[in-house]
């Protein structure tokens, strides 16, 4: 009988070390990546992640709910593919992760770490040579037509960000980038400094009441390098380009340097 129990009570010690302790949205079994290790090691983390997929696949469920179902069920999983490659796996820190489930969950900015020094981070904390460079995208400008109460397409344009390097410093970067977009609204960033901050660039421009973000993302996506822009709760364009110059979630390939 006792070689029985002990027998018994080493069955359950195996099963409970193969079990994961924390229960995230995918099997942690079968975790391979650092992001979904970090996941699965963290009770916070696995709820977090439990969280935002059932508010992916509700927001799924709701795609009947449209006039165009299948445009906006195609969105919402290019939106999700989007921010899995370009936000969430870019992460190399439990924080920076959290804050990004936070965002997607929340709907609502929570601000990360903006860099200040270089010499206070290691050569993993700073952004990679891909992540300077220069980005576009070529798209088709329409143009409403007053008389015929119509939009008409008026050609191609190509909306373009550039990120360059500064001397001894490498967590800055000068952002210069001109955006075109319906009815041929134009968007001038300027010469705009930016900061690196865990995973993206960041252009802060804060007013007395409130915070103005403009993020950077850079990702290898689909074999490319890549650039996702974050106009953080739409404040960058109402302040800068006007409440056209919509441009939020833009995705910009990188051209051979």
């Given at each position: 009988?006792?070689?029985?129990?002990?027998?018994?009570?080493?069955?359950?010690?195996?099963?409970?070390?193969?079990?994961?302790?924390?229960?995230?949205?995918?099997?942690?079994?079968?975790?391979?990546?650092?992001?979904?290790?970090?996941?699965?090691?963290?009770?916070?983390?696995?709820?977090?992640?439990?969280?935002?997929?059932?508010?992916?696949?509700?927001?799924?469920?709701?795609?009947?709910?449209?006039?165009?179902?299948?445009?906006?069920?195609?969105?919402?999983?290019?939106?999700?593919?989007?921010w899995?490659?370009?936000?969430?796996?870019?992460?190399?820190?439990?924080?920076?992760?959290?804050?990004?489930?936070?965002?997607?969950?929340?709907?609502?900015?929570?601000?990360?770490?903006?860099?200040?020094?270089?010499?206070?981070?290691?050569?993993?904390?700073?952004?990679?040579?891909?992540?300077?460079?220069?980005?576009?995208?070529?798209?088709?400008?329409?143009?409403?037509?007053s008389?015929?109460?119509?939009?008409?397409?008026?050609?191609?344009?190509?909306?373009?960000?550039?990120?360059?390097?500064?001397?001894?410093?490498?967590?800055?970067?000068?952002?210069?980038?001109?955006l075109?977009?319906?009815?041929?609204?134009?968007?001038?960033?300027?010469?705009s400094?930016?900061?690196?901050s865990?995973?993206?660039?960041?252009?802060?421009?804060?007013?007395?009441?409130?915070?103005?973000?403009?993020?950077?993302?850079?990702?290898?996506?689909q074999?490319?390098?890549?650039?996702l822009?974050?106009?953080?709760?739409?404040?960058?364009?109402?302040?800068?380009?006007?409440?056209?110059?919509?441009?939020d979630?833009?995705?910009?390939?990188?051209?051979?340097?």
């Amino acid at each position: 009988m006792k070689n029985l129990l002990v027998a018994i009570l080493s069955i359950l010690g195996t099963c409970l070390l193969s079990t994961p302790a924390n229960a995230a949205s995918f099997d942690c079994n079968k975790a391979a990546t650092w992001v979904e290790k970090t996941i699965c090691k963290s009770p916070e983390l696995s709820k977090l992640d439990d969280t935002m997929a059932k508010k992916y696949k509700s927001n799924l469920a709701t795609s009947s709910d449209y006039e165009d179902s299948t445009a906006f069920k195609n969105r919402t999983i290019a939106n999700q593919r989007t921010w899995l490659m370009f936000q969430r796996d870019t992460c190399k820190s439990e924080e920076c992760l959290i804050r990004e489930y936070k965002e997607y969950i929340e709907e609502q900015t929570n601000y990360g770490v903006a860099w200040s020094f270089s010499d206070e981070l290691s050569r993993s904390d700073l952004p990679s040579k891909s992540a300077f460079g220069d980005f576009s995208q070529t798209s088709q400008i329409s143009i409403y037509n007053s008389e015929t109460q119509k939009w008409e397409d008026t050609g191609e344009a190509t909306n373009t960000v550039s990120i360059h390097s500064v001397a001894n410093k490498p967590h800055l970067s000068i952002i210069e980038g001109v955006l075109i977009f319906t009815n041929a609204h134009i968007c001038d960033l300027g010469e705009s400094k930016a900061i690196w901050s865990e995973n993206h660039w960041v252009i802060n421009d804060d007013q007395p009441d409130q915070s103005v973000d403009l993020r950077l993302y850079p990702a290898i996506y689909q074999g490319k390098n890549q650039l996702l822009l974050r106009d953080m709760d739409d404040q960058y364009r109402k302040l800068h380009c006007g409440m056209r110059g919509y441009f939020d979630g833009i995705v910009l390939k990188r051209g051979v340097s």
